[in-house]
């Protein structure tokens, strides 16, 4: 879509300005710039202008913000991926891969430090209220602690065999709902959106951040990893709680159960192993399920853009959650 | 004295407040608390909350930003304590030791997304101008880039022969110095101080943060472990290229130079080649010369105050200079 294309193309050379290669030492503006540039789809940079374009704001508004969404997002990549031992993304090696992880550690610190920077730098520019420009902070470091709070969660069920899909969800609310959710959020909030609309946004936000987690999780089982940049499986073997297993787990008849475990948090298990599993998870309705539920989220996240008017941003909004389901990638 | 007293009691409720023991899951919470629960001097908060009332503000207008300090700090020491290893501090175990490291990362996180929540209740619960809010996020912000940059220069220089004094300073200068200046400037920004008393007491943190470091060599070589709360000549087993060991190695003649090699950077290094190693440290004038320059950059810190007016809070903060350099912990 034109319109989602022209927002990644605004946000980029901000983005890029807040982590220049001026930076010293070199390699932290190396560490921090690395999975940027290694790609990504400028997700919560869309989300930020096209909402507060679709309050009636200008785009350019909100650019500062837009760009710290994305440097926030690949700041919890990058500590991400050192918990989870992750070696690749974005079809690159992960940054602690590359530099160790202390070095890792500090670029998603210094990023996270340039997010609230930008958010300032953006305030200041528009002139904000004081009112907003809180609500502006409040959202970005809100959003951060949930984050927190759902890796925190998502570590635990690791060790854990009665996770319910309750707790499942409460759990992707925070590591991947509260993002999307200050994203959309903080658009409406720089297009100097009313209270509802801002809670719609909010509320927006969320549910496609969500429905976007539970399609990775199923794109970790049915996609192709080219395209997708992980190697698919990894999530079974790492021994990941995602819906997809809950579900089997409770779906699956023994003999299929005993050939999902003989794979599962199985480190050394080989692609055989692996390849059964997956057949399991797809022959239970355990990936279907899963689809269909992200389907859900992203239909009700669509009915909540019903308090906005027609217009462009709105339907970028709208091809955004449509997109969330739809990718390969 | 019995205004720093004042303010270390005025700022623990409110520390306490923004991690509270409700947070969940509460192995975050515990994760978060742990340090913080330990000990520590108060040393940021009590800068804030004297800076604020020496420009003509009243203590209890940058309580949440005080608290807010001592959470940052927080955030620093828990990643360090991972980056550097160290399994020790303030004579408890440290958090990714009792916890493991994934759990270490998040808590740091954690503190640090509550440092900007913590100072946006403030800048809402007084008022504040747009332009204060903003120079109060910027100067929160930029202070832990800055302290990321510092940490970065540190792990280089542990690769690296030919570190000169003036680089040295320019780590301290980011990884301790930083903050104190954010302490004393965003003291001042909400005591709502003239551009010139904000400067003075940004410079005046500024200095007494890197003679703090300076002291903090000092005593980890000259020091008691019961009140210092790490090993003594812990530094040297690190090989952290302190600048007392800069000095030393430049003064000291061959065969002193051999017995300082013997433990410098040695994790096996016998408690016996340590004390040899402390010895010639002393012996070169090296420990001496770090001391006197922190003296020196203190009575420089105590000169920026000279645009204050006499006031117990301005008492204060010529106290917390002077301790820097006068304790033992």
């Not at 999307?180 to 801002?198: D, H, P, Y």
């Amino acid at each position: 879509m034109k319109y989602l294309e022209e927002c990644a193309a605004l946000v980029e050379p901000e983005i890029d300005r807040w982590i220049s290669k001026e930076i010293r030492p070199e390699v932290l503006a190396k560490a921090m710039r690395h999975l940027i540039e290694a790609g990504g789809k400028r997700l919560r940079p869309c989300l930020a202008l096209s909402a507060c374009e679709a309050v009636g704001g200008k785009r350019e508004d909100a650019i500062e913000t837009a760009a710290a969404l994305e440097l926030f997002h690949n700041f919890t990549l990058i500590h991400d991926d050192i918990m989870d031992h992750d070696e690749f993304r974005r079809n690159v090696k992960t940054v602690h891969v590359i530099w160790g992880e202390p070095i890792a550690i500090i670029a998603g610190d210094a990023l996270f430090a340039k997010v609230f920077e930008a958010a300032a730098a953006n305030a200041s520019r528009l002139g904000l209220s004081l009112e907003r420009t809180v609500e502006l902070f409040n959202t970005l470091s809100r959003a951060s602690f949930e984050l927190c709070q759902g890796q925190v969660l998502d570590m635990l069920f690791e060790k854990r065999n009665d996770v319910t899909e309750e707790e499942y969800m409460q759990m992707i609310s925070g590591k991947t709902g509260a993002l999307t959710e200050a994203a959309a959020k903080a658009g409406a909030i720089l297009g100097n959106a009313s209270r509802e609309k801002v809670q719609a946004l909010a509320g927006y936000g969320r549910l496609i951040g969500m429905a976007f987690q539970m399609q990775d999780d199923v794109l970790g089982i049915l996609g192709k990893q080219e395209k997708f940049g992980k190697p698919i499986g990894s999530d079974i073997r790492e021994g990941k709680k995602t819906l997809i297993i809950l579900r089997a787990m409770k779906l699956a008849p023994e003999r299929d159960r005993e050939t999902l475990l003989k794979a599962f948090g199985k480190s050394s298990a080989t692609s055989e192993e692996i390849s059964a599993a997956i057949e399991v998870l797809k022959k239970v309705g355990a990936v279907d399920y899963v689809a269909e539920q992200a389907q859900k989220m992203v239909a009700e996240a669509k009915m909540k853009l019903r308090v906005l008017p027609e217009s462009r941003a709105k339907e970028a909004l709208q091809a955004i959650a449509d997109f969330v389901v739809e990718r390969e990638f």
